[in-house]
């Protein structure tokens, strides 16, 4: 086996709906998942917002159809999915990025690959100018009492989905009317406040990937054809 550094493509699906975002990440995990040979996997890392939406994992308990419907009043899609984690907001303005990767390529196991996603988040909020980003005994990623980042995955035969969400210009009022990740007494915060200024979804892409390469110890490619939902 090649000893090289794993690589992974960049697919920048730009801003759909929820479900589209799922159909993608179904079709590229699975495209090559039936190859004998692991190291023929081809790494995908999707970078994406989403219309309004709440999502809901599989640790999740106790909303109802009548929360449902209480949410999709506000204007947002309701998503039930096999990711772990609780209850969360994906928006425009958040960046929502699916690693789809073969963890033997990384020599990682799915409890390690949930570390090294934690410590790329941590180091990508340090370079854009937040030292205080760190892990708690609670999922994510937190300043202080305040989540900046969701991490909800999920790992099937080696090969990891979903992945996180990083509040960069996220409007947060969205998170007024659940309890995030169901933890109670603490909120939530984006990159913007935290720095007192616009920070871009872009912006933050830019300085996501760098740590990415970084932390993940990988090559990074971006897909040839810009169009990527044309891949669904």
């Known amino acids: ?66 929360d449902e419907e209480r949410l999709r009043k506000l204007g947002a899609d309701f998503h039930r999915t096999d990711r772990g984690g609780l209850i969360t907001f994906h ?3 958040q960046i929502v990025a699916y690693p789809i990767l073969h963890l033997r390529q990384f020599n990682l196991t799915m409890r390690n690959y949930v570390g090294t996603l ?24 937190w300043v202080g009492d305040y989540k900046i980042c969701a991490i909800g995955v999920h790992g099937s035969r080696y090969v990891t989905t979903h992945g996180i969400g990083l509040n960069c210009c996220t409007d947060l009022k969205w998170f ?3 309890v995030p990740c169901g933890i109670e007494g603490k909120g939530v915060t984006s990159l913007s406040k935290e720095l007192a200024r616009h920070v871009s979804t872009e912006e933050a892409s830019r300085t996501l990937l760098k740590s990415f390469s970084q932390i993940f110890d990988c090559r ?3 897909q040839a054809d810009s169009r990527a939902c044309d891949t669904i």
């Open 118 to 141: 934690e410590r790329m988040v941590i180091e990508t909020c340090q370079r854009l100018g937040i030292p205080n980003a760190k892990t708690t005994m609670d999922t994510g990623i």
């Open 220 to 222: 990074l490619e971006e």
């Open 1 to 66: 086996m090649s000893t090289s550094r794993p690589l992974v493509t960049v697919v920048r699906a730009g801003l759909h709906n929820y479900a589209a975002g799922l159909k993608l990440q179904n079709r590229l995990a699975k495209t090559n998942q039936s190859l004998d040979d692991y190291a023929k996997f081809r790494n995908y890392l999707v970078l994406q917002e989403h219309d309004p939406v709440y999502t809901i994992g599989i640790r999740t308990k106790g909303y109802t159809e009548a």
């Open 176 to 178: 007024e009317h659940i």
């Open 91 to 93: 928006g425009p303005g």
